[in-house]
């Protein structure tokens, strides 16, 4: 990460050849600001929410992915 409001933000996405397609495997690691309070944040609610998010946006793509809907995004 270059800008943002996290101190720390990495996202890696990794994929391997199986018999049945494509795995895929997604390495996250952020690291919140303010100290405790982001800590605190992270207990309370954005560990959550992150994994939440992350997990949509996968099962999104992966049906763009295993539909003719990627069609619509790429021109």
Do not use: C, Q
């Amino acid at each position: 990460m270059v800008k943002g409001a996290f101190s720390e933000f990495k996202h890696e996405h990794y994929f391997n050849k199986s018999n049945n397609g494509t795995l895929t495997t997604d390495f996250f690691d952020y690291k919140s600001p303010l100290g405790i309070l982001g800590k605190l944040a992270d207990k309370l609610f954005l560990k959550k929410y992150m994994i939440e998010l992350l997990t949509e946006r996968n099962r999104i793509i992966k049906e763009f992915a295993e539909s003719e809907k990627w069609k619509e995004v790429i021109k």
